[in-house]
């Protein structure tokens, strides 16, 4: 299950770098939005107990990276999903499947759409999520990108893994806030 989270992480993340151009005159209050790109989260159980925190600064460092792209929610022509990766390669990555509007959402288990996965690749684990509310405070985006979004979230997430070939499932309290502005 790590191996393909990973995988997908790895191929949006590179599909969203070539499909991203640079600028090179940037102004001051571009460069204040690109600091404002962050996930600072706080995650409670067995395996994993701290707090964390991806921030984002620019282009210049291609291990800690965020990309946030905008798909169809099921077969609906209207409706979109957010897709949103922040990664510090090598040591963190959140990936959250989210409604692409304003408003509060609950992210179960058993949800066909929506997801929020936390990794730790230093441990070898990744959290899913059990039940999660997603808060998006603010959000612009045109059909592909989102430009600018801004929420919170505090639920359960859970480790599975196999303990003498048993699946257990341990939950873990999440929660923390984000905001990601599209690199200039």
Excluded: W
């Amino acid at each position: 299950m790590m191996k393909n989270t990973i995988n997908l992480v790895s191929f949006i993340i590179a599909a969203s770098l070539i499909t991203i151009s640079c600028s090179n005159d940037d102004k001051p209050e571009d460069i204040a939005q690109q600091q404002s790109t962050y996930i600072n989260y706080s995650v409670a159980g067995n395996q994993v107990n701290d707090t964390f925190n991806i921030t984002v600064e620019g282009i210049s460092n291609p291990n800690i990276t965020a990309v946030a792209n905008v798909f169809p929610e099921s077969d609906s022509p209207t409706l979109k999903k957010a897709l949103i990766v922040f990664l510090n390669s090598g040591m963190l990555g959140v990936t959250m499947s989210i409604p692409a509007r304003t408003g509060l959402v609950e992210i179960l288990d058993d949800h066909p759409h929506f997801d929020m996965s936390f990794v730790f690749f230093d441990e070898q684990v990744e959290l899913q999520a059990n039940s999660i509310s997603v808060e998006v405070q603010e959000i612009e985006r045109n059909d592909i990108f989102i430009t600018h979004i801004k929420g919170n979230f505090e639920g359960i997430a859970v480790y599975k893994h196999i303990v003498n070939g048993d699946e257990v499932e341990e939950p873990h309290i999440v929660d923390g806030e984000f905001e990601y502005y599209v690199p200039q």
